[in-house]
Structures are given as structure tokens and as C-alpha cells.
């Protein structure tokens, strides 16, 4: 295991000096922060209009207010929330699947493509060894992609005064594991084609395009039950249960990707 860390650091400080990958993490930054101002600003003329309204139907020689439209109000705030919450959570894992996208369908190819995996298989190292780094060194650099969601996602809500959806707890963790769910069959599918090619079909590879009728429903990945964006916008409640489940699913696909993409690899020229 000594090895595998080692190629694991390695290739992180390779990725924390490429680039296109900085490119890309400022890029998703920019977009986290552009939301955040316009969810922000959004929240700001809805609280305003509310206010306006309230005042009008409370002057004197108006009527008051009505139960049934401070109710009515108050849940358009609600909805109003929820819908900045959800935007926001889209715009971070939107910009942490580009990234991973590009981490892990690059971790192996770029060195095949400039022939410094000759060196590294030179040494006492095996194959499967190689791979695993690779692959650890892109969950390290997206766990601490997902860590800095988290932050952003709770200095947000404080900088707001948004309280969170109960589902907002999960979407970070959540996040991180559809993320490995793409790198992994990125990974794979780079060993087989061009890496752009393979980023394209992992992302759009997911089952939600296909009915349960459909043999291709129980053959391809399901990327939908990671995606809160949903429950955020009708306020549900996600069950420790369901996350646990769903951890379990993308920790067996993970597994079955990296076999599959170990199993290609071994026999793969690389010289």
C-alpha cells in the first residue's frame, strides 16, 4: 500500500500544478459565487417585495392582511429559498463533475500519451499498484473539492440568513459520490478512447433517459438518486438510510469500474 500512496502524493501534485484542472476549479468558483450574488440579490427583492405588500395592505384605510395571505406569502418565501439553495447546489456539483470529468479521465492516459509511465513501471511497481494511486489521488483532490462545497454552501446560508434544507446536510457527501461514480467510468473509458469521448458518455451514460422497461434501465449507472437539486426545491427529507444505501451503490460501482478498468490496463501497450 506504501507504493499506492506514494503514486497517490505524486499524482497530486502533479494535478495541483496542471493548469487546465486550476482553470476549471476557478471556473467552478466563479459560477459558485455568480449564483451566490444572484440567489442572494433574488432573496433580497423578494423579502423587499414582501415587506411593500405588507405595509400596503396594513395602511390605514386598507384592509389588513389575511391569514390565508401571510400563509400564502410565507410559503412563496419558503419556495423562494429553496429555489437559491437548489441553484446553488446545481452550480457547485455541475462544476465538481467537469473536474472530476477531467481528473480521472487524464490520470492514466496523459502518461501513457507522454511516456513517463515507462518510468514509473520500470520500478518495482505493478500495474494495478499504478492505477490505484492514480485513482486515490483524484478522490483526495475531489474530497478536498467537496469539503470547500461545503464551506461555501454553509458560509452562504450564514451570509444569507437562509436556513438550509434538512437535504442540504447529505448534498455534499452525496455530491462527492456521484462525482466517483463519474471519474470511475471516465477512467475506464479513457483506457478504450479518447479521453473527451469517454467524459462525454460518462456523463450522459445514466439510466434516467430510460424507462424500467427498458433492459438499458438495469444496465447503466443511476446518477439521479445523488441529484438532491430536486428535494431541495420541494423541501423533502432525506433518510440517513437512503444516503447509506446509496454510499453502498456507489462504492460497488466504483469497485466494478476500477476492476473492469484494472482488467483493460494489464493488457494495454504502453511503451
Not at 442540504?168 to 452525496?174: D, S
Not at 441529484?227 to 444505501?245: E, P, Q
Request: hydrophobic share 50%.
Amino acid at each position: 500500500m506504501k507504493l499506492v500512496f506514494l503514486i497517490a502524493g505524486d499524482s497530486i501534485r502533479a494535478l495541483l500544478h496542471h493548469r487546465l484542472l486550476i482553470a476549471l476549479m476557478l471556473v467552478s468558483l466563479i459560477m459558485t459565487i455568480f449564483f451566490s450574488v444572484i440567489m442572494r440579490q433574488t432573496r433580497a427583492n423578494i423579502t423587499t417585495q414582501f415587506s411593500v405588500e405588507v405595509t400596503e395592505t396594513n395602511s390605514p384605510g386598507l384592509p389588513k392582511m389575511s391569514e390565508d395571505d401571510r400563509k400564502k406569502m410565507n410559503e412563496a418565501m419558503e419556495q423562494g429559498e429553496s429555489a437559491i439553495q437548489g441553484f446553488f447546489y446545481a452550480a457547485s456539483s455541475f462544476g465538481g463533475s467537469l473536474v472530476a470529468l477531467f481528473i480521472f479521465s487524464t490520470a492514466v492516459t496523459s502518461e501513457i500519451r507522454r511516456g513517463t509511465i515507462r518510468l514509473t513501471l520500470s520500478k518495482p511497481v505493478s500495474r494495478l499498484q499504478y492505477l490505484l494511486g492514480k485513482y486515490l489521488g483524484g478522490v483526495a483532490v475531489m474530497a478536498a473539492y467537496a469539503v470547500i462545497a461545503s464551506l461555501a454552501i454553509y458560509l452562504f446560508s450564514e451570509s444569507s440568513h437562509v436556513e438550509l434544507s434538512p437535504v442540504m446536510k447529505y448534498a455534499p457527501w452525496l455530491m462527492f459520490c456521484r462525482q466517483l461514480m463519474l471519474g470511475s467510468l471516465a477512467m475506464l473509458l479513457s483506457l478504450f478512447m479518447h479521453p473527451a469521448v469517454g467524459c462525454v458518455i460518462a456523463f450522459v451514460s445514466g439510466n434516467g433517459l430510460y424507462s424500467t422497461g427498458n433492459p438499458l434501465y438495469y444496465l447503466l449507472p443511476s446518477y439521479a438518486p445523488f441529484n438532491v437539486f430536486i428535494l431541495i426545491l420541494r423541501g423533502d427529507v432525506l433518510k440517513g438510510s437512503d444516503v447509506f444505501l446509496l454510499t453502498v451503490y456507489a462504492v460497488d460501482f466504483v469497485v466494478l469500474m476500477l476492476l473492469l478498468a484494472w482488467g483493460r490496463f494489464r493488457t494495454k501497450e504502453v511503451c
